[in-house]
């Protein structure tokens, strides 16, 4: 299933920019020149992340989010913001309406904004995980084995024969930080 990003921007050119980005990953996308434009796609099309300048004419990126944030069909939606500015006072406006990321124009890769509007939705719908084999062999695994009581080996209690992963889980809160466990693979 392809997510939906809706695109607030009152540049055409900064719009364009961004939808190849997203389209080329993948991503169906929905544009809109202003938040007046945009509130009113959001609200009709709900889209899977708004993505959103600040200064627009109509109604500002801000305006329109405190609009969303009061209609119960739309709170929940996550929203990036991009300023061209990068101006301190907005950051702090973005951090006090719960705005996690605030990116500033010029400053993110293709590949960095394509990674966290999908840490942002699927962290949201609980999705994102992933499963990593560990060498009992390398580094410090025989010391994780011994700290954490593992069976030698990561060997799974129920199943001697398979060995124990690790499933890590980014926290949707703060990007780069995760939650860490060891499961049998059979018990999924």
Request: aromatic content about 8%.
């Amino acid at each position: 299933m392809a997510y939906t990003i809706l695109i607030v921007d009152d540049s055409e050119e900064e719009r364009q920019r961004f939808r190849r980005t997203y389209e080329a990953n993948g991503f169906n996308v929905m544009e809109a020149g202003d938040g007046a434009e945009g509130l009113s796609k959001a609200i009709d099309k709900k889209p899977d992340l708004i993505f959103t300048g600040i200064v627009m004419p109509k109604m500002s990126g801000f305006d329109m989010i405190d609009q969303l944030r009061k209609n119960v069909e739309t709170e929940k939606i996550p929203i990036m913001i991009l300023s061209h500015m990068g101006r301190k006072e907005d950051q702090i406006k973005a951090q006090e309406m719960g705005i996690k990321d605030f990116l500033t124009s010029g400053f993110i890769t293709p590949k960095e904004l394509v990674s966290l509007t999908l840490l942002r939705i699927e962290g949201k719908k609980g999705l994102m995980k992933y499963i990593l084999n560990v060498d009992e062999t390398s580094l410090d695994a025989a010391k994780l084995t011994k700290d954490f009581g593992l069976l030698p080996y990561f060997r799974c209690e129920d199943h001697p024969d398979e060995k124990k992963v690790i499933e890590i889980i980014p926290d949707e809160n703060k990007v780069g930080e995760f939650r860490a466990k060891f499961i049998c693979p059979g018990k999924k």
